[in-house]
C-alpha cells in the first residue's frame, strides 16, 4: 500500500506528526516510512556518530547500524505504545546497537583479535569549532575510549548531546540513579585527565556526520510490513 491518506488540513499546512506518520506506517503506507527515516535520520546518524566518530568517515559502520537501526524499528512499529515517541525509541534502538557494537570490539580487543581503537581527531571537531573547544573536545574523546561503555554513552549524552538525567536513563534503559552514578565516574576520570571548566557548548563544535553509502530516504526493507520482534524501550 503506498497512497497517502487524507489527514485533516491544519493551518499552514502544519505536516504530519510522528503519532500520524507511525499511524499510517502501520497501515502499510511507504511515505510515511519514508517520512519517519527523513525526519529522523539526522538525529540518528549524528548521535551514532558521536558515540563511534572513528567509524562514520571511514568504512560507512555508523551508517549501516543507522540503517539497520531504522529498519528494526519499523518492522516493529506495533510494539511501540506512545506514537508520538517515535524519536525518544528510535533513539533508544540506536544506542543499544552502539553498546553492544563497543562491547564486542572491546572483547575482541582483549582477545587479541582486533587493534585497539584510535579516534581521529578530525572526525570529532567541526572545521569551524573555536580552537580552544576543538582541542576539549579532541582531548574528551581520547578519554573516551578508555571508559567502559555505559561511562562512556553517558558521558557523551550529557556533555555533547547535552541531554537531561532523566532522557539520558529512558534511552539508556538504566535508573536515573544508575545514570547518575555512571556520570560520576567519567566525570571524575575526566577531572584527572583533562582539568579546567567544561567548553560552553560542545555539541556546537562536533561535526556534522554525512551519509556516506545512502542518502537519507527509503531506507531498505521499508517496503516490507512490520514483522515481530523483540521489543524496545518506547
Sequence with gaps: MSGRPQFVALAGDVPPTDAELVAAARDGHDWAREA????????????????????????GEVDDLVQDSFVSVLQRLERLQNPQAFAAWLGST??????????????????GLRPREV?????????NAPAEIA???????????????????????RRVDEMEIPEIARCMGLSPSTVKRRLKAAEERLARTC?????????????????RRRPPGRPPGCAR?????????P
Design 195 to 211: 582539568p579546567g571548566p567544561a567548553p560552553p557548548s560542545w555539541r556546537a563544535a562536533a561535526r556534522r556526520p554525512r551519509w
Design 119 to 127: 579516534i581521529d581527531p578530525d572526525a570529532v571537531a567541526a572545521p
Design 225 to 233: 510490513g512490520p514483522r515481530p520482534g523483540r521489543g524496545a524501550c
Design 135 to 157: 582541542v576539549e573536545l579532541r582531548r574528551v574523546y581520547a578519554l573516551v575510549d578508555r571508559l567502559p561503555v555505559e561511562q562512556r554513552i553517558a558521558l557523551i549524552l
Design 36 to 59: 519517519l527515516f527523513r525526519r529522523h535520520a539526522p538525529m540518528a546518524l549524528g548521535m551514532a556518530h558521536r558515540l563511534m566518530p572513528h567509524d562514520g568517515e571511514v568504512d
Design 94 to 111: 540506536v544506542l543499544h546497537a552502539v553498546g553492544k557494537r563497543l562491547r564486542r570490539r572491546r572483547m575482541l580487543a582483549r582477545l
